[in-house]
């Protein structure tokens, strides 16, 4: 069996560790790599114990005469797939294994290969459509202006839904490269929330939609960026007036104790009539192309990535996004904010 120095030295190792002998037997193994093998390790051949072939592999090549040798070890852990980095390196006649948990790396290469599939599929959508009118224009349709005149128009619906999603591309990367920079400046929520209605009037009266805001008579200042709260605040009106809702009302409150803050702030609750949404969405609407109605989403101009801007400014904020809907019923979009984030 090992020395008692080198099984405190092994027990003393963050991540798991354990040591095989010359007699091909674990001879030490600390607490996390029982957790991840199992328990008993102790005395038990090395190949009965950790069974996966590429572990295997890399120690049968560090017995051969290799300086080291790494392999990937794939697990399961608290209901969720874990994948680990194994090395292998010789300490005298005995064999070293460590393994380091690459699972929140592998999820984050995971998320960018998903984000960069998602965004080549949206883009590609409509420069399909607009090269094919294109073909057309510049063959069958070049004398036909009534043709010409429908595909132009659509050309330039294509080319707006493109510029809006570069745009919120932009935006969020933008807001993610600030998300851990708190905001230093002061804002009127009042002020912001007025002059959103504001921008938005045109669309709303074109849409049909009513709009309400009892402005306070005085300024709610807190500590935000205040174009981040209005892009926030537009994202959440702008959406309720695309999916359905004839009445728009926005609630304004100052709270000297928000439970989910456990500190003073204000509550803005954007709250509409539209068709509501399955409870089956909600955990997923902000994340980023999400949608619970793509071919709905996609005909009134969304890009999918809205919800995902709210979250993460409301994040940077030190606030918190909460969601009630039900089919049938509307929706309820509530942003607390901390006064000091």
Not at 57 to 75: D, H, P, T
Not at 101 to 124: G, I, P, Y
Request: charged share 25%.
């Amino acid at each position: 069996m090992a020395m008692p120095l080198a099984a405190d030295l092994i027990g003393a190792l963050p991540g798991p560790a354990l040591l095989i002998g010359k007699s091909q037997r674990i001879e030490a193994a600390n607490a996390a790599a029982e957790g991840l093998f199992g328990a008993g390790l102790l005395g038990r051949h090395y190949a009965v114990a950790i069974r996966q072939p590429s572990i295997l592999e890399a120690i049968e090549a560090v017995q051969g005469g290799a300086a080291s040798a790494n392999a990937r070890y794939l697990a399961r852990r608290d209901g969720r797939d874990t994948t680990w980095k194994a090395q292998v390196k010789p300490i005298g006649d005995t064999f070293l294994v460590t393994l380091e948990d690459l699972s929140a790396t592998e999820e984050v290469d995971q998320m960018r290969r998903d984000f960069v599939a998602n965004v080549s599929h949206e883009l590609k959508t409509p420069l399909t459509a607009m090269i094919g009118f294109i073909e057309t224009l510049q063959g069958p349709a070049r004398d036909d202006a009534a043709a010409r005149a429908r595909f132009l128009a659509t050309m330039q619906r294509e080319a707006q839904r493109m510029h809006r999603l570069v745009e919120d591309l932009l935006s969020l990367s933008r807001v993610e490269a600030t998300e851990r920079m708190r905001p230093r400046d002061t804002a009127d929520v009042a002020l912001t929330l007025a002059s959103v209605l504001t921008m938005l009037a045109g669309k709303a009266e074109e849409a049909g939609v009513t709009v309400q805001f009892a402005r306070p008579d005085k300024p709610v200042l807190i500590n935000a960026d205040p174009d981040q709260l209005r892009q926030v605040f537009s994202n959440l009106v702008e959406n309720a007036m695309k999916y359905g809702a004839q009445r728009v009302e926005l609630h304004l409150a100052e709270s000297e104790h928000i439970p989910e803050l456990r500190r003073p702030g204000v509550v803005v609750d954007v709250i509409d009539d539209g068709p509501g949404i399955d409870s089956m969405h909600l955990p997923r609407l902000t994340e980023r192309f999400y949608r619970v109605d793509t071919h709905r989403s996609r005909e009134v101009g969304g890009t999918g990535l809205g919800l995902a801007i709210v979250k993460h400014v409301v994040s940077r904020h030190r606030g918190r996004l909460r969601v009630a809907s039900s089919e049938g019923e509307g929706s309820v979009f509530t942003v607390c904010l901390p006064r000091e984030p």
